[in-house]
Antibody
Framework: EVQLVESGGGLGKPGGSLRLSCAAS????????MNWVRQAPGKGLEWVGRIKSKTDGGTTDYGAPVKGRFTISRDDSRNTLYLQMNSLKTEDTAVYYC???????????????WGQGTLVTVSS | SYELTQPPSVSVSPGQTVSITCSGN??????TSWYHQRPGQSPVLVIY???KRPSWIPERFSASNSGNTATLTISATQAMDEADYYC?????????FGGGTKLTVL
């Protein structure tokens, strides 16, 4: 069974840092392009960013609100995806989901499955 | 920046057909996916590449994408279909989600 389990959420202070993890199982993680998507309380989905597989370059892309503050990385030996969140802002408060990206061509991809999410609250 | 617009809410009676729209500039030139999210749960893929259904999604779900509008249609709607529905596409290397539509089954 394909499974994604996020952890590391909690309370962070404005200007502070948090690191989220996403443990993957049931598929070949090393070949997967992985994404983070967040959802503020009562709001819609917002893309945070993605990391490609190492065989596809391992490069990262980020959404404008987090670019320069958040960093996505992966440890294929541990089947784990990470989201390092620095310079936290109150507007980063959200449930953070990790999800696997599937694609047949550039900018044609979709996301499945999604983890259960982990809540990050940024408050002083 | 590119935007996808969805109606905030739609309602339907059980057994009836309902459509949820997603509008964006020349959206028909892009691929669109759809997700549903039941209260307190994670999003689930419903449609990918405009009109393809994953194996776990019933045939009652169908979709199309043309011009400036993508449309998700649910026929013979059931109470279990009550959820938030999000459309998604890509533009200039970034993922774009619609604002979401709350489907109420009355």
């Amino acid at each position: 069974e394909v499974q994604l389990v996020e952890s590391g959420g909690g309370l962070g202070k404005p200007g502070g840092s948090l690191r989220l993890s996403c443990a993957a199982s049931g598929f070949t993680f090393a070949n997967a392009w992985m994404n983070w998507v967040r959802q503020a309380p009562g709001k819609g989905l917002e893309w945070v960013g993605r990391i490609k597989s190492k065989t596809d370059g391992g490069t990262t892309d980020y959404g404008a609100p987090v670019k320069g503050r958040f960093t996505i990385s992966r440890d294929d030996s541990r089947n784990t995806l990470y989201l390092q969140m620095n310079s936290l802002k109150t507007e980063d408060t959200a449930v953070y989901y990790c999800t696997t990206e599937w694609s047949l061509a550039v900018e044609e991809s979709w996301f499945d499955p999604w983890g259960q999410g982990t809540l990050v609250t940024v408050s002083s | 920046s590119y935007e996808l617009t969805q109606p905030p809410s739609v309602s339907v009676s059980p057994g009836q057909t309902v459509s949820i729209t997603c509008s964006g500039n020349k959206l028909g030139d892009k691929y669109t996916s759809w997700y549903h999210q039941r209260p307190g749960q994670s999003p689930v893929l419903v449609i990918y590449q405009d009109n393809k259904r994953p194996s776990w999604i019933p045939e009652r779900f169908s979709a199309s994408n043309s011009g400036n509008t993508a449309t998700l249609t649910i026929s013979a709607t059931q109470a279990m279909d009550e959820a938030d529905y999000y459309c998604q596409t890509w533009d200039s290397g970034a993922v774009i989600f619609g604002g979401g539509t709350k489907l109420t089954v009355l």
